[in-house]
């Protein structure tokens, strides 16, 4: 399969598509900031007054369960039943999946609401999500990405749908597929809201690229190349986070196309 890097990454800012983002506390202003960089346009909306209609003039939805409360599960399900109604593409970022009972069950009601076009998150959570008993750090990964390949291709099958598995090594599956991007520098673990944009940026894809496994490839392989990038110029977390940035806006497409390590 050949993926369209370079022509994704020009389509995506000459569009600049509006990605609705039902996300948690912690990554708001970051996650917005990434979007804007890549060329895309955010939007933070959760309350169920407005979700629905919101979600409606968007191009993509992206779902992430950070920091849960009763009224955003609510919204959240408004948002993906109308997304799902109007055949607009769905992320879901299942944050700290297995580490309560709680999240476990949101994903369940989640799920059966609509099904996601892309979910992404770290080894363990997807793992939690496929059914695995693995212990989770809070939001933090205690397994390899790789260790995920079958419980991705197990939540793909189910849902109809890529899983990209987030690690040194990104792990992208849709059905018996597999993609590996290789890019990204270990200093990206340190800054907090990083996968969480990196599902955001999904979304921005995935609302111009109809073939969701290309569209999340492409993500993947932006967060990576730009983390590279940005480690040429800032080795604290402090500095990297507003070099990523820089990178992210910087990026050129024919950049991302020659800079990415992809095997299949």
């Known amino acids: 399969m050949e993926f369209n890097f370079e022509s994704n990454l020009t389509s995506l800012r000459s569009s600049a598509p509006l990605v609705h983002n039902i996300t948690n506390f912690v990554v708001m202003n970051f996650t917005a900031n990434a979007l804007l960089a890549i060329g895309a346009s955010p939007v933070m909306a959760h309350a169920v007054q407005e979700v629905e ?5 968007a191009g993509a939805l992206v779902v992430n369960i950070g920091t849960l409360s009763p009224v955003w599960v609510d919204g959240m399900k408004l948002a993906m039943k109308k997304a799902a109604e109007l055949g607009k593409p769905i992320v879901i970022d299942p944050v700290g999946a297995g580490a309560t009972p709680y999240r476990d069950q949101v994903l369940q009601q ?27 750090k809070g939001v933090d990964s205690t397994a390899l990405s790789t260790d995920g390949l ?34 990204g520098i270990p200093l990206m673990t340190r800054i907090t809201g990083m996968g969480c944009s990196a599902s955001a940026i999904a979304g921005a894809f995935a609302a111009i690229q109809p073939d969701f496994f290309d569209a999340a490839v492409c993500a993947a392989a932006t967060m990576g190349v730009s983390g590279e990038l940005a480690g040429q110029r800032a080795d604290l977390p402090g500095s990297f986070q507003i070099a990523f940035l820089d990178a992210l806006e910087a990026l050129k497409p024919a950049q991302l196309a020659e800079l990415s390590r992809l095997t299949i």
């Open 53 to 57: 209609d919101m979600v409606s003039i």
């Open 150 to 183: 079958s419980a991705a291709r197990a939540l793909s099958h189910q849902y109809d749908c890529v899983v990209s598995v987030s690690g040194a090594t990104d792990v992208i599956v849709r059905g018996n597929e597999t993609a590996y991007v290789k890019n």
């Open 110 to 136: 989640l799920l059966e609401v609509a099904s996601p076009a892309i979910i992404r998150g770290n080894a363990s959570e997807i793992m939690s999500m496929a059914g695995s008993h693995i212990r989770t």
